[in-house]
């Protein structure tokens, strides 16, 4: 079993930037296969980014690229996501997934993932 939290949310101006946590405890060897998804009010979860158990291997969504930065810190059991140049439609509920994975590829779904976190609330005002 892995727990996972989320933190850093909250509620800033179009162009801002924010860095979301989650911090992972229970059994969190390396091995494991991290993202975030996001839900806005309305739709469906939607894969962000993604990272590998490595580090080495990271997928964005359209959307994000070039805007949002995924890395972890294995050592500390955490994972980030750096959101810079903030839009008005990046307003949901951020979540984080986990997925015991050793290898490179990343998978987008949100079905594939095993663990979830009780989500962070983002809102971007114009």
């Known amino acids: 079993q892995v727990q996972l939290v989320e933190s850093g949310g909250g509620l800033v101006q179009a162009g801002d930037s924010l860095r979301l946590s989650c911090a992972a405890s229970?059994?969190?060897?390396?091995?494991?296969?991290m993202a975030w998804f996001r839900q806005a009010p309305g739709k469906e979860r939607e894969f962000v980014a993604g990272i590998n158990w490595s580090g080495f291997s990271t997928s964005y969504a359209d959307s994000v690229k070039g805007r949002f930065t995924i890395s972890r810190d294995n050592a500390k059991n955490l994972q980030y996501l750096q959101m810079n140049s903030l839009k008005p439609e990046d307003t949901a509920v951020y979540y984080c997934?986990?997925?015991?994975?050793?290898?490179?590829?990343?998978?987008?779904?949100?079905?594939?993932?095993?663990?979830w976190g009780q989500g962070t609330p983002v809102t971007v005002s114009s």
């Open positions: 229970g059994r969190t060897e390396a091995n494991y296969a």
């Open positions: 997934a986990a997925k015991y994975r050793p290898h490179m590829s990343i998978l987008r779904s949100a079905d594939e993932y095993d663990y």
